[in-house]
């Protein structure tokens, strides 16, 4: 993961813009339509001359080109998309959660019940499902692009989040010093902020952080359909879907596959190995058994 | 029992009038002009056209009167012109439903079956070379995007080996179908291959639906094993495990008879979530293999904006989890008897 986090940083010298101004774009090698092959056998030799400015992008070509888009840059690039997809979705998602759980727990009775109603519809759709749906109700008016995809994986993302920390709260509501705090006569935002929520909140944030590489994943996946980021946008999703137009002839153009796929699989597998050391951490009787 | 269904199948009714405000909702994010051209099959010819339709659907009322309108036309079955199938959107959803179920039905017992079985030998060889391979296939699993291990899979068996074509179906078949001499009963074809006493077309179609089955299960393969593994671990700690062993029972019987029983009981409850997993899965697994189902026929729809579809097959799906999640909460009663009394 670190690994990541450091390419994410050094995105500028390790892949070289060609606009300062538009990172985001991929560079365009040429004009072609056919995917062109890495240069050379050895991508790492081709990185190191672009790092060393001996040779431009365009020249070194490490991972191939794909309708002219150079997948290198793109994978570079995408890891800055990954990481602020994956924390922003999951960052609203929890916080919204909290706030409709968190409400719906504390006062109880019948707003609990509508949350909770509305919750369970929420839960009724597939959420892949449910959120290409309003990708595509959502594109006339937003456009294509990360901002619509995201809003429909915060949309119906938040519900787990809502479910687990109005339990945790229920649990929580009934200790002495809230009785405390409302019998000196403590407003009620201030209990639930102070007294409340700091309590009731670190296994919605673990369940949080083990989930941010499901979003990349699900973002990954409305990219991949044409519902997230606009073409040529540093995006792993978008990237791959262009190979869904030279399926017969994958097996000679197996860079355009092979390299976004293993930097998606990577970056997800390495959240979901710090969601299970985390929760190692806080539950030690499960260690090594899930 | 029966106090439990009634309650359960009270609530039906109240989640499906749920989606159907949920998803007009969605819908009435776009402005009227955009809900009256969905309507529009074709260029309208005179400059008044948009005001009519928009006057015909009630478009220009207030929205509880508009929800109104909406709800009574999918009563009907009316759900709208499918701009992506051609034919009215609850004609292309039974049109292309078949095809989805055929892949459904083959992908569902493999990945029930074997997602358990293998949570099963990875919790009774705990800590050993098996137990830790099973363990990184399922983390793999969870981590590899759909698309990329369908595409990885087409590029080696289709691409390169030939053995797994993309599809539905050969030619030859379709042929075959047109001319007549192939009827399809059923609309699946794996079944109509046999009661037409076919086994090439049989063959054929299984070549075809090797591939998305695998990409469909394998996820579900994941969620599976990690989900018996651990529920059989906690199982295999119990004291009367230890019991059925001290009496001198063999160890495949307290496995197979004392341990596994209990250890699905938490299984069952996943049953909700593979049917999520499934009705996700298929728009991403039949637009990778071309697979003419619903889900290509959404994720199509959503790319053209083809809103009436999208709406129609979502509106499909929420009806169709909400009746799957009563089933499994029904048979989950009757699995645990503890779960009835709250």
């Known amino acids: 993961m670190l690994f990541f986090v450091a390419i994410a940083i050094a995105a500028p010298w390790l892949a070289p813009p060609e ?16 995917p062109q092959p890495p240069n050379g056998n050895n991508p790492l030799e081709q990185i190191w001359k672009v790092i060393t400015k001996q040779a431009t992008i365009c020249e070194a070509r490490p991972f191939g080109l794909i309708q002219s888009y150079d997948i290198y840059y793109g994978i570079i690039w995408g890891t800055r998309t990954a990481f602020f997809v994956g924390l922003v979705i999951t960052g609203l998602n929890v916080l919204i959660g909290l706030l409709i759980g968190s409400i719906g727990a504390y006062f109880g009775r019948w707003i609990d019940e509508i949350l909770m ?52 709260i229920l649990a929580i509501k009934e200790r002495e010093y809230v009785y405390a705090a409302q019998a000196v006569g403590a407003p009620h935002y201030r209990i639930l902020l102070r007294h409340i929520i700091p309590n009731a909140i670190y296994p919605t944030l ?78 030690p009787r499960l260690k090594g058994r899930i | 029992m029966l106090a439990y269904i009634i309650r359960r199948l009270l609530l039906l009714p109240i989640l499906l009038l749920g989606v159907t405000v949920f998803v007009f909702a969605i819908f009435s994010l776009l402005s009227p002009e955009m809900r009256a051209s969905l309507y529009l099959s074709d260029v309208p010819k005179s400059p008044d056209a948009m005001e009519r339709i928009i006057h015909k659907y009630g478009l220009d009322q207030p929205i509880h009167i508009q929800y109104w309108q909406w709800l009574n036309q999918i009563i009907r079955g009316d759900l709208g012109w499918s701009r992506t199938a051609q034919r009215p959107v609850s004609e292309a959803l039974l049109y292309y439903l078949p095809a989805t179920l ?6 569902m017992l493999p990945v029930i079956l074997i997602g358990i079985w293998l949570g099963i030998l990875s919790a009774v060889h705990q800590n050993k070379l098996i137990d830790h391979t099973l ?19 087409l590029m080696y068996f289709y691409a390169k080996l030939q ?12 042929r075959e179908v047109i001319n007549g001499s192939f009827i399809r009963y059923t609309q699946l074809y794996t079944i109509d291959a046999l009661l037409n006493g076919r086994l090439d077309v ?16 394998y996820v579900q393969w994941a969620l599976l094993l990690r989900v018996t593994r651990s529920s059989m671990l906690e199982t295999l700690r119990q004291e009367y495990i230890m019991t059925a062993r001290a009496k001198g029972l063999k160890e495949s019987v307290v496995i197979n008879k004392h341990a596994t029983r209990n250890a699905m009981i938490p299984v069952a409850t996943m049953g909700g979530l593979l049917l999520i997993g499934l009705l996700n899965g298929v728009v991403i697994t039949e637009t990778i293999f071309n697979y003419p189902g619903i889900g290509r026929w959404a994720a199509d729809a959503a790319i053209r904006l083809d809103i009436l579809s999208v709406v129609g097959f979502t509106l499909f799906n929420g009806v169709l989890l909400v009746v799957g999640n009563l089933i499994v909460d029904l048979l989950y009663a009757f699995i645990d008897p503890r779960v009835r009394l709250d």
């Open chain 1, 206 to 283: 673990v369940v949080g952080s083990m989930d941010i590489g499901s979003y990349v994943l699900s973002f990954a996946a409305l990219s991949f359909l044409g519902l997230g980021a606009e073409v040529g946008y540093a995006d792993w999703g978008q990237m791959i879907s262009f190979a869904r137009d030279w399926i017969p002839r994958l097996s000679d153009h197996w860079y355009i596959v092979v390299y976004p796929g293993m930097a998606i699989l990577l970056f997800v597998l390495g959240w979901n190995l710090i969601g299970d050391a985390f929760r190692d951490i806080l539950d």
């Open chain 2, 102 to 107: 055929e892949l459904s039905l083959w992908a």
């Open chain 1, 117 to 168: 109603r509305i919750t369970d519809i929420f839960l009724a759709f597939p959420f892949l499902v449910a959120a290409i749906t309003l990708a595509a109700v959502l594109q006339p008016t937003l456009g294509r692009g990360l901002l619509t995809a995201m809003i429909a994986l915060i949309v119906f993302g938040w519900m787990g989040y809502a479910r687990l920390i109005r339990g945790d």
């Open chain 2, 163 to 174: 053995w797994f074509p993309p599809g539905q179906i050969s030619d030859w078949v379709t």
């Open chain 1, 19 to 34: 606009n300062p101004y538009e990172p985001y774009r991929i560079v365009r090698c040429g004009y072609t339509h056919m």
């Open chain 2, 202 to 217: 049989f063959w054929d179609s299984l070549r075809h639906l090797f591939l998305p089955v695998i990409t469909l299960s």
């Open chain 2, 135 to 153: 363990r990184v296939f399922a983390l793999v699993g969870w981590s590899l995007p759909t698309f990329v291990f369908g595409l990885l899979l």
